[in-house]
């Protein structure tokens, strides 16, 4: 008898995975709070040079603050004060409307910047002035960030592949608190790019370990349901973050309230089982059985225990193979799985790429950022929902492919759409957004599918790894703007198009038995069915 099989017996989707399910909410919502953070935490309000330097003890100190603003800062094309420049000598003949150039010379700041606070009291770029020239330094928290979720991703894939979901899962919650609070008080920039970089560590063994845990608990009849279900979590997040961050605009403050569901997820971290699958798969089936009892009482389905004994589990995963250590070199040893490794890591680097290119760039729009963050979120919801119809009736590959293609035809189509038609480029934008969350919910299932379990979070380390490496580069791509103003979309949309390609050589596992060996992926699949076991 096969370990899903037994799953099935004891209820797939019982009491026992919803409970691990809203355990497990508890730490996932913390996760969009922290990826999108930089929307909040790294924004630039209006801004100009500090002019108080031009008060020559005369005229200037008498002039209204329009008036002195007029004389001191040149104006940009739309009139507003330049952020950047200013005079090296005060301007008054601009008052009587002249616009005379003798003898005006424009210079950098010289005294640092005046900020307006009317929507954020303190920023990254505020507190650390870093605007203008220093505005790559403000880009670049995102990408360390990211960087360190990518460095994250493998280590706690391989270290949970061989000491168990459970405990890492403790280690990330406890570590991601330390350094979040670390980050929130750094007295210097330096301190807190490099906080943030183990924050980012830390988080990601939350996001690679917790959903592998869930899904490795839901029998095959319930997965595509389980995973959307996990996926909510990201909504829920990302509404949470505009909540908080609507109500604090205080970055350092920010960051503890985003932190702050860790402290609940310790707490309920007792409660979490071990991932059966992973005992099994490590000979250890005495506290694999212990754990499905504790599901089958759950359940209400103690009555099929009595035939299930550990010697009946560990036959259940051909236990002959048990002893072996797998790495991440096992990824690509043998040929399917090498195809499977190369492939999707190649969907999972256009996938995040794309999707945090429009998320971090809510600011393009004209709206305010709290409501365009908010529609982002809101519009998750309802395409979760048509996500879990289309993956149950057609499957994973299309569903994938499908989302990619259409999210870079979005993408294309904002390329010709004008600023000022700001209307139709954020419901474009929006639909582009909803369409890369639905890429990234199914891709998330579609591996946790398609990876044996001997090598699973060694599988979402890698694509994990370079998933997050499409992500730090994915900030830096708007500084191409300066270089050709339309290269960023184009990049966004050539990424999107590209990948959607790529997914057509990774295999549909729509109703199969999730894989327990390396071996089982190098013969043909077997197909499962609604209606009957496979024994």
Known sequence: ??????????????????????????????????????????????????????????????????????????????????????????????????????????????????????????????????????????????????????????????????????????????????????????????????????????????????????????????????GVIISLDWTLGNWFLVGIAYCINEFRMLILAA???????????????????????????????????????????????????????????????????YTIVDLFKTPNIRKLSICSGIVWYGVAFTYYGISLNITGFGLNPYLTQFIFASIEMPMKIGVYVFLEKVGRKPGEMGALLLTGLCLFINIFVGKDRWIIRTVVAVLGKALSEASFTIMFLFTTEFFPTVVRQNGLGYTSFLARLGVSISPLIMLLEDVWHLLPAVTYCTVAIGSGLVTSLLPETLNTRLPELIEDIEKPRVQSTRRKDIQ
């Open 1 to 226: 008898m096969k370990f899903d099989s037994i799953l099935s017996e004891i209820d797939g989707f019982g009491k026992f995975q919803i409970k691990l399910v809203l355990i497990q909410m508890l730490s996932r919502i913390t996760l969009p709070c922290h990826f999108l953070l930089n929307n909040f935490m790294a924004a630039v309000p209006s801004h100009h040079c500090n002019i108080t330097a031009l008060d020559d003890g005369g005229i200037f100190g008498n002039l209204t603050q329009e008036q002195k603003l007029v004389v001191g800062i040149p104006a940009e094309r739309d009139g507003a004060p330049s952020s950047c420049q200013m005079f090296s000598n005060p301007q008054y003949q601009h008052l009587s409307g002249s616009n005379s150039s003798e003898d005006t010379f424009t210079v950098q700041c010289q005294n640092g910047w005046v900020y307006d606070n009317s929507t954020f009291k303190s920023t990254l770029a505020t507190e650390w002035d870093l605007v203008c020239s220093r505005k790559g330094m403000n880009k670049a928290t995102a990408t360390i960030f990211f960087l360190g979720v990518m460095v994250g991703a493998p280590l706690f894939g391989f270290l949970s592949d061989r000491f168990g979901r459970r405990k890492l899962l403790l280690v990330s919650y406890l570590s991601s608190m330390m350094f979040a609070v670390l980050s929130a008080f750094s007295p210097s920039y330096i301190m807190f790019v490099i906080m943030r970089f183990f924050t980012g560590m830390s988080l990601a063994g939350i996001s690679i370990i917790s959903i592998v845990l869930n899904v490795e608990w839901f029998g095959i009849e319930h997965r595509t349901f389980s």
């Open 259 to 325: 932190t702050s569901p860790l402290i609940l997820a310790v707490m309920a971290w007792r409660y979490l089982p071990e991932s059966a699958r992973w005992l099994l798969a490590n000979g250890k089936a005495d506290a694999a059985h212990h754990y499905i009892m504790k599901c089958a009482e759950m359940n209400n389905r103690t009555k099929c225990m009595d035939a299930i004994t550990p010697m009946v589990l560990l036959e259940s995963v051909q236990d002959e193979t048990t002893d072996k250590k």
